[in-house]
Nanobody, 121 residues
Framework: HVQLVESGGGSVQAGGSLRLSCEAS??????MGWFRQAPGKEREGVAA????????YYADSVKGRFTISQDNAKNMVYLQVNSLKAEDTAMYYC?????????????????WGQGTQVTVS
């Protein structure tokens, strides 16, 4: 069972930046994803990264503004979020699974963190 812990959320003004972090309890998962869920909306995929090979995937709504990266030595995955907009306000979740096929689907991930809140005003 992989445990995931997110951090780095906060309240920022529009146009600001944050770096979200996700620490995994081990390195067994080859695909790490970031999702977000705004109040009253469904959880949506934001970005994902294949740990082996570092292939990255992004939702169209965040391309050019968000960057996913990894530090394998620390079992860490990061999401740099820039040029934030009010519509980026949501709880951001880290998720893990073995592969990144259909990376944007919620139900294919095996493990989830508790989330970190991002509020843009």
């Amino acid at each position: 069972h992989v445990q995931l812990v997110e951090s780095g959320g906060g309240s920022v003004q529009a146009g600001g930046s944050l770096r979200l972090s996700c620490e995994a309890s081990d390195s067994s998962s080859n695909c790490m994803g970031w999702f977000r869920q705004a109040p009253g909306k469904e959880r949506e995929g934001v970005a994902a990264i294949m740990i082996l090979g570092a292939t990255t995937y992004y939702a169209d709504s965040v391309k050019g503004r968000f960057t996913i990266s990894q530090d394998n030595a620390k079992n860490m995955v990061y999401l740099q979020v820039n040029s934030l907009k009010a519509e980026d306000t949501a709880m951001y979740y880290c998720a893990a699974r073995s592969g990144c096929t259909f990376w944007f689907l919620v139900h294919v991930y095996n493990y989830w963190g508790q989330g970190t809140q991002v509020t843009v005003s």
